[in-house]
C-alpha cells in the first residue's frame, strides 16, 4: 500500500523478512530505522511477519487491546495521569 511504502522509505516502519512491518510483540509500537516509535502502531495483517497467526479475530482483538493500553499509558506518561485502559 502507498502508506506502507511511504513508511518504511521515510524511515518510520521497517519490512519484516516474513511479510508486513516489523512490531513489537507485545504493544504493536512500530519499529523503525531509530528503533520503536513513539507514536505508531499496528494490528493485523499489516504485522504479519510478526506473530504467527494475524487473521485470527480473538488474537487481533488481544493485540488491539495491547496497543491501546500502551497509547494510554504514553499519554498518562506525557500528561502525568493514571492509565485509562488496563490489559
Do not use: M, W
Request: hydrophobic residues 40%; aromatic residues 4%.
Amino acid at each position: 500500500s502507498p502508506l506502507v511504502h511511504s513508511l518504511v522509505a521515510d524511515g518510520l516502519a521497517l519490512p519484516h523478512p516474513h511479510g508486513g512491518v516489523r512490531v513489537d510483540f507485545d504493544t504493536g509500537r512500530l519499529i523503525g530505522r531509530d528503533g520503536p516509535a513513539d507514536d505508531a502502531y499496528a494490528v493485523g495483517q499489516l504485522t504479519c511477519g510478526t506473530p504467527l497467526f494475524t487473521s485470527v479475530l480473538e488474537l487481533n482483538v488481544r493485540k488491539a487491546r495491547r496497543a491501546a493500553s500502551a497509547v494510554a499509558a504514553d499519554l498518562a506518561r506525557l500528561y502525568r495521569t493514571p492509565s485509562p485502559v488496563s490489559s
